[in-house]
């Protein structure tokens, strides 16, 4: 199965990362393991997730996720068929929050705990700080990984001109740098990537791991109208997408997905894995059965017309 290396870190993933914000909240630990089980046994072997998932749920505080993937990795011994991801930064309390040496610190071991495990694959800036210096968070993130507690380390929700700012500082001060962005990208929120980030990170040959692959689900054709948003908790986040342009992607996708004889989920996915920079674009499944469709994706190889079909229809 074909792998692709995360930026220039010498990790090498199928590229297929498993959106572990499921985990904890649209399912429960027996369902979760089951799919985990599922997912190994494919051959794959990303799992992206963060210390803060799933606290938006009521009567959670944060770090189920990662619980629910360290008793995985416990009763299974199937840490060494996975890279593991995870995020720090996003506020899991008013005083637990940010990129300070001592948050991160503190944030580390907690992960470690819940994970069940003495290292980190990809330990991951959730947010960009920009009360803490890039230098003191660059520097924490060396020292982990001189400790032999994380392997690599990438950032998430950065605008290009601070992604581009912290590897200077890394290269500067001879500290490690961010291997990898994880932005929001997908067929129907292209524009900010596409003009903003995307030139950053193929300058500097940073993997690209992106989140909202399908639109929290909409790509997959599940919702064509407003009727439809009460199909699934995630419904209402979808709505946005119900517009002319949406509706015009549904309909590409449709016709791309009839010709491979597959499902709109996975031409969605195939259309990002063919975007070039891209390390594994990252899709969560609540099922067996949505985790098979989502996979097929990485079988598919589209066409110069499916790749401008796609476009034209996403146009922005």
């Keep these: 199965m074909e792998k692709r290396e995360i930026g220039k870190s010498g990790i090498r993933v ?37 210390d803060v998932y799933s606290k938006w749920v009521p009567g959670n ?8 993937i360290g008793n995985w990795l ?58 803490t210096s890039l230098l003191e968070t660059l520097e924490t993130f060396t020292d982990l990984i001189k400790q032999g507690k994380v392997r690599a380390i990438g950032a998430s ?20 740098s961010y291997q990898c962005l994880q932005p929001e990208y997908n067929l129907y929120e292209r524009e900010h990537y596409e003009t903003e980030l995307e030139p950053v990170c193929l300058q500097h040959n940073v993997g690209v791991i992106n989140y ?9 054709g599940k919702y064509r109208s407003e009727a439809d948003l009460s199909k699934s908790p995630r419904g209402q986040g979808v709505k946005k997408y119900l517009d002319e342009r949406g509706l015009k992607i ?28 891209i390390t594994a674009p990252i899709a969560s499944a609540t099922s067996i059965k949505q985790l098979d469709e989502t996979a097929k994706a990485l079988d598919i190889k589209l066409s110069s017309a499916d790749i401008e079909l796609l476009n034209n229809a996403s146009n922005y």
Excluded: C
């Design 157 to 176: 929700n950065y605008s290009g001109a601070r992604l581009a700012e912290a590897l200077k500082v890394s290269w500067k001060n001879d500290l490690a």
């Design 74 to 131: 416990k009763k299974s011994g199937n840490r060494y068929k996975v890279i593991l991801a995870t995020k720090v930064g996003k506020p899991m309390a008013d005083d637990k929050k940010g990129l300070s040496k001592k948050y991160i610190n503190e944030a580390v071991e907690a992960s470690l705990k819940r994970l069940q495990t003495d290292y980190i694959d990809l330990y991951q800036s959730h947010d960009d700080d920009k009360e």
């Design 14 to 50: 199928v590229p297929f990362a498993f959106g572990g914000n499921v985990f904890g909240w649209t399912i429960d630990q027996a369902t979760s393991f089951n799919i985990l089980d599922a997912f190994v046994d494919k051959g794959l072997d990303f799992i992206d997730t963060a």
């Design 61 to 68: 505080t944060g770090g189920e996720s990662e619980t629910i």
């Design 212 to 220: 909202y692959s399908l639109a929290s689900g909409f790509l997959t």
């Design 250 to 277: 549904l309909t590409a996708l449709d016709e791309v997905s009839a010709h491979h004889k597959t499902t709109p989920a996975s031409i969605a996915l195939a259309w990002v894995l063919a975007r070039p920079g």
